[in-house]
């Protein structure tokens, strides 16, 4: 299978994971591992920056995988950007992932808030992946900013309801041209098949798999998932027909003209 | 417009007998539905309901689950001063209860937050009495900024301000406020509030929408459970949290659920025996009913009940918890009882709660907010 590039990093793994819901940090940092998982994003109003023993952060520094601090908790461009700069110096990464809510309750990407933020952090040398609605021309705007892939979601962050902006994510994935990673709503395994059989060129699962009974087998199974849709993807789905195709060509009269 | 305008649509007599009106086929109703509406929460309180129990509880752990993950909030109460021009029938603080008075300085709030730091706190609710001059704005002003220097998130649990000094005390650091209305039936509320500005019951349950407009970003409302009917008063609370989730989309919100308790003093007064006893079965169905009715608020749980209950408790619905509180200022930082703002049933310590969590299977999370996104 081919490998995914973001900015400057090649990904071999397209499932991205979240570190939080999990019930401890030894069974976040299992999952994630088992989950192959090469980009962890972790909320910087949860983790101690400071402290490179953190909880969250020390597991994930310690299996060489990737930190992809977010700004969850922001509700403007102005908080976001001041996280992101932060994160940057306390984490020695310039990667994002911007997300700014004013929603509380559905917690729901602010598309105009969203598109300055980003149009800034690019300028201040940032690897930018905003989390976004499934909105095709802002997820253009998006790239045309500089952002470095965009994360339409799926469905409401944390519903579990797998691809229900199916329509408009195929049409993302058909204009965009930077990598485009399916956030949020992705409830089950199948879901995470169904995101990467689209073209979805990665997905980001955190709920699904912590807030499962068996974390570290669904993190399992979500590999596989992804591993299994994204190989379809490149295999070139068989056409799908919905209904019979008539047995005698209907242009036939034409050769005969 | 506020919740006051609102408000004055409900008659407490006719909401209380819809919801002992409500019958096992409203509960199973409300049960089968994906989102719940405030006649379903009727129900949910109801006597009817009260079979379903397992089955709301199965419900609500798994909604919970969803929303917060495995995980436990802690906070911890800073009570700054007991002083106090209320006269309140169910609180120490009240200005007949004769009692040693004390309101801390700068340098007994500095010895308070390192004896708090060092339990590990980040999230911290500032609690006093209600005294405009000696415990007002001015004193707010000094005391909130050296306080958020050393913690991430601030609450406060203090007198209902006015939009404009809300607005201020965010822009120095502010980040939630609990205003617990106690009861939302102004006659039983003018019983039991006799002096101060307490006494109105309008500027009070006005207060969150004012905190709204002042951009806070958590709300915390709640009755005092006892003071009057306690299926009712908690409907007007599940209630007034619809309206403001509606009005104010940007606000985040929790809810507690305070048992009315023993307290101190030699008032008249004290010894107040609760109007309306809530079981421990009742306040689990409570639970699991303002879970059902909605999924995303914060359901905080304090020390005022038991370990075993808070232990047993936690998983179904609970997001925040405090921990190793002491009510009376400077309590953290010396030893010596003096008083008490009401009993605290888990004197467990800090470290002691956080391993409970853990052995329970929760993560306990002491910080979750950065200060870059307050003010």
Same mark, same amino acid.
Request: charged content about 25%.
């Given at each position: 299978m081919s ?5 400057d990093k ?8 979240g ?24 909320? $910087?109003?949860r ?23 977010n700004t ?7 908080d976001?950007?001041?996280?992101a ?6 984490l ?30 690019v ?17 253009k705007?998006?790239?045309e ?9 799926g ?28 956030d ?9 098949a ?9 997905v ?16 399992k199974?979500?590999?596989?998932a ?7 993807y ?8 919905s209904?019979?195709?008539a047995?005698?060509? $209907?242009?036939a ?5 | ?8 649509q ?13 019958t ?27 079979p379903?129990?397992e ?13 917060f ?13 007991n002083? #106090? =021009?209320?006269?309140c029938t169910? #609180? ?8 040693? !008075? +004390? ?9 308070e937050? /390192? ?15 209600e005294?405009?001059?000696?415990? *007002? ?22 007198q ?7 607005a201020? &005390?965010?822009?120095? *650091?502010?980040?939630a ?21 307490k006494m109105?019951?309008?500027? !009070?349950?006005?207060?969150p929408?004012?905190?709204? +407009? ?11 459970? *006892?003071?009057?009917?306690? !299926?009712?008063? #908690?409907?007007f609370? =599940? ?11 940007q ?11 023993p #307290?101190?003093?030699?008032?008249p007064?004290s ?11 009742q &306040?689990?169905? &409570?639970?699991c ?6 999924? /995303? ?6 020390? +005022? /009940? ?8 936690l998983?179904?619905?609970i997001?925040?918890?405090s =921990? ?5 200022? *400077?309590?953290?930082?010396?030893e010596?009882v ?20 853990r ?6 999370v002491?910080?979750?907010w ?6």
């Amino acid at each position: 299978m081919s490998m995914l590039k973001i900015g400057d990093k090649e990904f071999q793994s397209r499932l991205f994971t979240g570190t939080g819901k999990f019930s401890n940090s030894a069974l976040m940092a299992e999952a994630i591992q088992v989950s192959g998982s090469q980009l962890a994003t972790m909320a $910087l109003k949860r983790v101690d920056v400071n402290d490179q023993q953190d909880d969250i952060l020390q597991p994930l520094i310690h299996a060489g995988v990737n930190l992809l601090p977010n700004t969850s908790g922001a509700k403007n461009a102005k908080d976001a950007v001041f996280a992101a700069q932060l994160a940057r110096e306390a984490l020695g990464t310039n990667w994002v992932k911007l997300e700014i809510h004013p929603d509380p309750k559905y917690l729901m990407p602010d598309p105009i808030e969203t598109l300055a933020a980003a149009e800034q952090l690019v300028r201040e040398g940032f690897i930018v992946l905003p989390y976004c609605h499934a909105d095709p021309v802002l997820c253009k705007r998006l790239e045309e900013v500089g952002c470095a892939a965009v994360m339409p979601l799926g469905a409401p962050i944390g519903s579990n309801k797998g691809i229900v902006s199916h329509d408009f994510l195929e049409i993302i994935i058909d204009q965009a041209n930077v990598p485009v990673v399916v956030d949020a709503g992705i409830g089950a395994p199948s879901h995470a098949a169904r995101a990467m059989e689209m073209g979805a060129d990665a997905v980001l699962v955190n709920t699904a798999i912590a807030a499962a009974s068996d974390p570290v087998a669904m993190a399992k199974a979500f590999k596989m998932a992804v591993e299994s849709g994204r190989m379809a993807y490149e295999a070139g789905l068989a056409g799908q027909v919905s209904h019979a195709v008539a047995s005698s060509p $209907l242009t036939a009269f034409l050769d005969d003209l | 417009m506020s919740f006051y305008d609102h408000f004055k649509q409900f008659n407490w007599d006719d909401i209380s007998m819809s919801i002992y009106a409500k019958t096992a086929k409203d509960v199973e109703r409300a049960l089968a539905k994906p989102k719940r509406d405030l006649e379903d929460f009727k129900a949910l309180i109801s006597p009817a309901a009260e079979p379903y129990l397992e089955q709301m509880a199965k419900l609500s752990y798994s909604l919970t689950r969803k929303r917060f993950g495995n995980t436990m909030s802690l906070y911890i109460p800073l009570y700054l001063s007991n002083l #106090c =021009a209320n006269a309140c029938t169910y #609180c120490g603080f009240s200005m007949e209860n004769r009692i040693k !008075r +004390r309101t801390l300085n700068k340098e007994e709030v500095a010895a308070e937050i /390192e004896a708090i730091k060092r339990m590990k706190f980040d999230n911290v609710l500032l609690v006093t009495g209600e005294h405009e001059t000696k415990v *007002g704005m001015k004193y707010f002003r000094e005391m909130v900024p050296m306080i958020k220097q050393r913690f991430n998130y601030l609450a406060m649990e203090v007198q209902p301000l006015d939009q404009d000094e809300y607005a201020e &005390l965010k822009s120095l *650091g502010l980040d939630a406020v609990m205003v617990y209305q106690e009861t939302y039936h102004p006659s039983t509320y003018a019983e039991h509030h006799l002096r101060g500005n307490k006494m109105d019951f309008r500027y !009070r349950l006005e207060t969150p929408d004012r905190l709204a +407009r002042a951009g806070i970003d958590k709300i915390g409302i709640g009755s005092l459970i *006892g003071l009057e009917e306690w !299926r009712t008063d #908690c409907f007007f609370a =599940a209630a007034h949290l619809d309206y403001l989730e509606r009005t104010y989309w940007q606000s985040r919100y929790s809810i507690s659920f305070p048992r009315l308790r023993p #307290c101190a003093g030699n008032a008249p007064t004290s010894g107040l025996q609760p109007k309306s006893v809530m079981t421990d079965k009742q &306040l689990v169905q &409570l639970i699991c009913a303002y879970r059902l009715f909605n999924p /995303e608020v914060e359901l905080s749980l304090s020390t +005022r /009940e038991s370990p075993k209950f808070r232990d047993n408790v936690l998983p179904l619905g609970i997001t925040s918890m405090s =921990a190793a509180s002491k009510t009376q200022p *400077g309590g953290y930082a010396t030893e010596e009882v003096e008083l008490e703002q009401f009993e605290i049933s888990d004197e467990r310590s800090a470290a002691s709660v956080e391993d409970m969590i853990r052995a329970k299977g929760f993560d306990p999370v002491w910080r979750d907010w950065h200060s870059v996104y307050s003010g």
